[in-house]
Structure formats: structure tokens, C-alpha cells
């Protein structure tokens, strides 16, 4: 009996037992799935753990381009190997900064197409297409081919294209869910990545440095809704200003000068939710041309060359910092946040390099300077002058006592600086902005086809030797610590980690490793690509990777000469993405230089005038913004999205040249139709069909200098100093 009733007992503790094990099993199994793209400011802003992801541009908030993962280190990076590359499907290469959130990697691609890849395995999961508009306005055909970044943010993926939307895709199921027109795609279109902060995504667009007005639009993150637009330069006087601060500054827009608009944001701002402010760079002011090239800029031409805080919330003013005077050629870019120790106090900075290679540290609530502007290579730079808006009212604005700058040597493109808390130093892509002059005879006649009439003569080329850098700078002590020198000009954006390492890739193909505190280089691969994109760090199940896209890509590719960008072998690398872990051994792909011969031109039927005519109506009507100005291009004629490079035009494209220039035949793929006017308001005119034979015959000589002479328009290093 008592053994029954003990039977009976444990038969009802292992029935219990049982029903408590269903019970969590069920529990576990109807718990929600955690959401894909799971992004909020929480998350940002804690150690853990976002510090695994790449939640947001930059990193974090702050946008330091830092992780403080440091499983891979500078005492173990030799075992660092690749885990897996994958091809990505375009023709116009990768200038972009992967996004990376519980283990999904969001990636943005030319034609403003996105990706969302597996981050262990690198399968694709879903692809989303925005069928952007390439057949308006020649920006819609330039901007269309570069995208720099998505944003992620609570369950949605946010990319801005070509034609001037802001699209929001499931970040699940990469089915889109909104899409809002931000700006005209009559006349421009987006490139830059989004940042997302206060619930908003925020972005610019771009401008040439021509006519269109330059602003920032802030957007409801959930709805799509157009929060607030902050415009950077006045517009038409004759309209009513927008807000106070548009009527402020357009004071300092003299005479017709508001015509050539500018200051646009096309490329990177940041937000700071400490301070609640969005940090905007701006370009130049408009250049003269066209029908405007009468117009004389003059006046301080706010917000051109200017660092602006914003709002977040309202987009209302706070401060700007203009870098520049005058206001031209030295647009901003990068802005990074960061807390330092500057006079026994914490202070929180931004820190930011133009182009012009000047590094500026300012206060992060009220812009003022905490430290001189200095040269990244050490050199001293004046203070400007700033402008209180508030006093313009009362006193009027005289444009006087602004000093002229100097060249400080060193430059810096877009590429993002990385900001490492334990070395204190900032990780600078430069480059030297030094150069020399080559000179070299030209062929018979005009061209090198040999027909021309005219007479032959010396060809002057101002071919830069620049080489790239990457400058540790010291933003204490403003100098910098260490220097490394770099085969190319033009190199990829900067990776920096807890591990004391600094991550790099560089156009000559190399994907490198350096010591973080003194430069010294310690892993390094053959990649057989151009990079100009962003590496980023992450971890998946415990293991730590490194990822970086490769493949020659951006405007660069379109208007700057490959040879500033790429070596004849890296820039047709293809374009792939490439993920790295502590013994990884998978086998690194085949490395094919790929350099197509330059087919014989048609023989050419031009003189020397109508040659000189024909690179006139290139330059008047912008060819070189699309088909690189020196003719130093992307080096074969490829079609499927890349913009052809003209000297590797084939014969029966030659004989279809009138109807693409004047018909309109490849319009679809983004060729302008130059038979009517082009729609920029600073040109009101047409190509004429005599125009069109000209352009013919300057593109044949550019195409025979080219067979003759190599694709870089010279034998060799060697010949051309000869």
C-alpha cells in the first residue's frame, strides 16, 4: 500500500515535471521572433550589445568609425583570414559603408539598390530595386550610380536615390513599405547614405557645385512624412524666405549671386542625441557658367563651405562654422563627436577636415573654436572670422577683413576619418595635393590619327603625383603623430578598433592592417580592386569579422582621372565584398588584371580648329562630369549600368554617334538627348549638329592619343619624362 501510494507519488512529480517542461517549450516557442533591423537609440547608445553590430553609419551616434571589439588585435592579426567574398552585381563598383545588425549585413549598391546578406555565410537573403529614374536630367544619370550607404532603424531599411525619394523597405523582407519624394528630380538626386536619429532619417542631395539650391530634409521614420526642410542657400529674392534664418542669409548672397546656388549637402552629416543637433557639411557656392558666367560671386554666400548645427526636432538654426573664404573649392565633409580633455575639463567636440586638408575642432553646442585650425601635415592656419547671424538686422554684414588662406599641402576627400578614445588620435584618408608637370609630343597634326590639318606641337599635361596618406592626427596637440605614404592618391575611408589596429583599404588593391598607435603596418592582402568604400566590424556567434567592398567605385569613377583612383590593374577589379575572421581560410578569389586593348579609331576627319571646337562643347555642356575630364576613364567600353569610357568607343558606335548625341538613342540608360536644351538654368541651348561633328572629332583624337600612347595617354612614366 505504501509503495503504491509512493509509486503513484513519483508518477505525479514526473507528470508534473513533464507538463512544466511542455509548458516552457511552449513558451519558447510561441516567444516572438526579435525583429530584423531591430535598431533604436537604445540600442545605439548601449556597450552591449550594439558594440557586436554596425547599427548605424559610423558606428555609433558619435560616428567615430570605432569598435571596441578587439577579439582580433594587433598581437593576433596575422591569423586573420578570409571567411568568405561573395561577387555583387554591378558594373559601377562600390563606394559604400555596409550596415551591419544581428548578423545581417545591409548593403546600399549603385542604382540605389540594396542587399541584405548573411554575415556568416554571405548568402544573399533579399535584394530591393527601386527602379530609379536615370532619364531626366544628366545629375539623374551621375547620382543614379553612386549610393554610399542605407540606414537601418526599427525594423525598416532607408535609401535614398537618384531621383530624389526616400524609400523605407522591410528590413525582413526587403518589400517596400513607403516612399517620399524629397527634393526636385528635375534637377538633382541623392547619393549620400541616410543618417535616422529623434525618429527622423535625415537627408541631403546632391548639386555638382551648380545650380541647385542645397537643403536638408528630415522625415518621419515610421510614416514617410515630411518633417522640415532646412534650406542651406537663400533661392529666388523674389519669393518669400522659407524662415528667418533664410532671410538672415541671404544678406550675405551679393547682387546675382544667389543664382548660382550651392551649398549642398551631398555628402555626410551626423547626429549627436546628446546634444539633440544634426551636424551638416556643405559644399561650394555655385560656379559661373553658362548663361550665368557673368555673374560674380561675391559676399560671404552663407551656408556655402559651412559646418551648420541643426535641430534635430524642429530643424531650426543653432550655429554654423564657415571653413572657407572665399567660399569655393574646399566643401566640407566628415563630422565626428567625441569628448576630450582639453584644459583640466571634458569638452565635446566635433571635428571635422575639408577638403582643403585643415583640421578644425569645435565645440559641439555653440561652434566655437577650442583649438586653432591647423594643417593635417602641421601646418598653421588663420582663424576666420564668423558671422553671428543675429547681428546681420541691426548692422548689415560688410564683407571685409577675412583673410586669405594657404594651401596647407595635404588634402581630404569624402572618405570617413575613424576617431580611436584609447590612442586619442584621429585616422585622416589624405592625400598630398603636390604635383609636377609632364610634357610630351603630341602626334602628327592634331590627333595622333594622322589626318588632321594643322600642324603638330607640344601637349602639356599637369599630371599630379600625389600620393595618398593616412594621417594620425594629434587633435590635443594639434600636430600629427605618424604618417603613412600610399602608392595612390585617392584611397578608402578608415576602420579603428580597440585591438590597436587601423583598417584600410587602398586603391592600389591592398586591404591593410596598422598599429593604431604608432602606424606600423602588420597584416596586409592583395585584393586585386580599387577600394574606395568603408570597412566595418562585427560579431556573429562569438566570432569577429572584418568586412570591406571592393571595386573602383563613386563619382570618382565617373569624373576624376582613374589614375588618381586606381592603378591600370585595380581599376577593373571587380566588385565583391570580402569578410575576414582569426582563421579563416577559405581561398582568396582569382586576381585577372583586366586591361582591354584600345580598338583602332576611325581614321580622323577633323582640323586642329575643329578638334579645339569639339573640346569646347565637351567642356560647355559637361561631358567630363559623366566621361572623365583628361580622358583617363574607366577603361572599356561596358555597358549594363557603367557609364562607357569614350576612347574604347567601337566602330559602330562611331557611326551611331549623331543619333546618341542628338536622337536620344540612349536616353533610357541615362545619355542625355543634347538635341534640346538640357534643362540647367544656366543652359538655355542645344547642341547644334556642327557642335556634334566637333565633339565627334575631339573624342576620335582623345580615342587615337589613347591607342598610341596607353590608356593612361602615355607609353610610360619613363617616356612621358623624356
Not at 532607408?158 to 517596400?176: E, F, S
Not at 576619418?417 to 603630341?442: C, H, K, W
Request: glycine share 12%.
Amino acid at each position: 500500500m505504501t509503495r503504491r501510494y509512493l509509486g503513484f507519488a513519483t508518477l505525479g512529480v514526473v507528470l508534473a515535471l513533464a507538463a512544466l517542461l511542455l509548458s516552457q517549450q511552449l513558451q519558447v516557442s510561441a516567444a516572438p521572433t526579435p525583429m530584423a533591423g531591430d535598431v533604436t537609440a537604445a540600442r545605439v547608445a548601449a556597450e552591449t550589445p550594439a558594440r557586436n553590430d554596425w547599427l548605424v553609419n559610423g558606428g555609433d551616434f558619435e560616428s567615430q568609425h570605432y569598435s571596441a571589439l578587439k577579439s582580433i588585435n594587433d598581437q593576433n592579426i596575422e591569423r586573420l583570414g578570409l571567411a568568405w567574398a561573395i561577387p555583387i552585381d554591378t558594373h559601377m563598383g562600390l563606394a559604400t559603408e555596409p550596415i551591419v545588425v544581428d548578423g545581417v549585413i545591409y548593403l546600399g549598391l549603385p542604382f540605389d539598390v540594396v542587399e541584405a546578406i548573411d554575415g556568416v555565410t554571405g548568402q544573399l537573403r533579399w535584394r530591393f530595386d527601386p527602379h530609379i529614374r536615370i532619364n531626366g536630367p544628366w545629375r539623374n544619370s551621375f547620382e543614379g550610380r553612386v549610393n554610399r550607404a542605407v540606414a537601418v532603424w526599427h525594423g525598416k531599411v532607408y535609401v535614398g536615390t537618384g531621383d530624389c525619394r526616400m524609400v523605407a523597405i522591410d528590413a525582413a523582407t526587403g518589400t517596400k513599405v513607403w516612399d517620399t519624394p524629397v527634393c526636385d528630380a528635375d534637377q538633382t538626386g541623392i547619393t549620400e547614405g541616410p543618417r535616422v536619429g529623434d525618429g527622423k532619417v535625415f537627408t541631403g542631395w546632391s548639386g555638382m557645385e551648380y545650380d541647385v539650391r542645397g537643403g536638408v530634409v528630415a522625415v518621419d521614420a515610421e510614416s514617410g512624412k515630411k518633417a522640415w526642410t532646412f534650406w542651406t542657400a537663400p533661392g529666388d529674392p523674389s519669393k518669400p524666405y522659407e524662415s528667418k534664418t533664410v532671410q538672415e542669409i541671404a544678406k550675405t548672397w551679393k547682387g546675382d549671386s544667389w543664382r548660382l546656388a550651392g551649398g549642398d549637402v551631398w555628402t555626410a552629416m551626423t547626429y549627436d542625441p546628446v546634444t539633440n543637433l544634426l551636424y551638416v557639411s556643405t559644399s561650394s557656392a555655385g560656379e559661373a557658367a553658362g548663361d550665368f558666367s557673368n555673374i560674380k560671386p561675391s559676399g560671404n554666400l552663407l551656408f556655402a563651405n559651412s559646418i551648420i548645427a541643426v535641430n534635430a526636432s524642429t530643424g531650426q538654426y543653432v550655429w554654423h562654422y564657415q571653413t572657407s573664404y572665399p567660399p569655393s573649392g574646399a566643401e566640407n565633409f566628415h563630422i565626428l563627436v567625441a569628448n576630450l580633455a582639453i584644459g583640466g575639463k571634458q569638452r565635446r567636440v566635433i571635428m571635422t577636415v575639408p577638403r582643403n586638408g585643415v583640421f578644425y575642432t569645435l565645440d559641439a553646442r555653440t561652434g566655437k573654436e577650442v583649438r586653432a585650425p591647423r594643417g593635417i601635415g602641421g601646418t598653421p592656419y588663420p582663424s576666420l572670422k564668423q558671422i553671428d547671424l543675429s547681428t546681420l538686422s541691426s548692422q548689415g554684414y560688410q564683407d571685409a577683413g577675412r583673410p586669405q588662406v594657404p594651401s596647407t599641402g595635404y588634402g581630404h576627400g569624402w572618405f570617413p576619418m575613424g576617431y580611436n578614445p584609447q590612442t586619442g588620435l584621429v585616422y585622416i584618408s589624405a592625400y598630398d595635393s603636390r604635383g609636377e608637370l609632364l610634357q610630351f609630343q603630341r602626334g602628327e597634326a592634331a590627333g595622333l590619327g594622322g589626318s588632321a590639318k594643322g600642324g603638330s606641337g607640344q601637349y602639356a599635361e599637369y599630371d599630379p603625383v600625389a600620393q595618398g596618406k593616412i594621417v594620425a592626427f594629434d587633435p590635443i596637440r594639434q600636430q600629427p603623430r605618424w604618417i603613412v605614404t600610399l602608392p595612390v592618391e585617392i584611397n578608402g575611408g578608415i576602420l579603428t578598433t580597440a585591438g590597436n589596429l587601423v583598417f584600410h583599404g587602398d586603391a592600389s588593391g591592398v586591404f591593410a592592417a596598422y598599429a593604431a598607435d604608432n602606424g606600423k603596418e602588420l597584416w596586409s592582402v592583395k585584393t586585386g580592386s580599387a577600394m574606395q568604400s568603408v570597412p566595418v566590424t562585427y560579431v556573429v556567434n562569438g566570432e569577429q569579422y572584418v568586412l570591406t567592398p571592393i571595386g573602383m567605385g563613386g563619382g570618382y569613377r565617373l569624373f576624376g582621372r582613374a589614375s588618381d583612383t586606381s592603378t591600370l590593374d585595380t581599376k577593373r577589379g571587380p566588385a565583391r565584398l570580402l569578410a575576414f575572421k582569426l582563421g579563416g581560410n577559405a581561398a582568396m578569389p582569382s586576381i585577372m588584371p583586366e586591361i582591354p586593348a584600345v580598338p583602332q579609331p576611325p581614321e580622323q576627319p577633323g582640323t586642329m580648329q575643329q578638334i579645339a571646337e569639339g573640346a569646347r562643347v565637351y567642356n560647355e555642356f559637361y561631358c567630363q562630369k559623366c566621361h572623365s575630364p583628361q580622358a583617363d576613364g574607366s577603361g572599356a567600353w561596358v555597358l549594363n549600368g557603367e557609364v562607357p569610357d569614350l576612347r574604347y568607343m567601337p566602330r559602330d558606335v562611331h557611326d551611331q554617334f549623331m543619333a546618341i548625341v542628338l536622337g536620344g538613342m540612349h536616353q533610357e540608360q541615362g545619355m542625355p538627348n543634347f538635341s534640346v536644351p538640357p534643362g540647367w538654368p544656366w543652359i538655355k541651348t542645344a547642341i547644334t549638329a556642327q557642335q556634334a561633328e566637333a565633339l565627334h572629332d575631339y573624342i576620335i583624337d582623345l580615342e587615337w592619343r589613347a591607342y598610341k600612347l596607353g590608356p593612361r595617354g602615355v607609353k610610360s612614366a619613363d617616356d612621358a619624362r623624356q
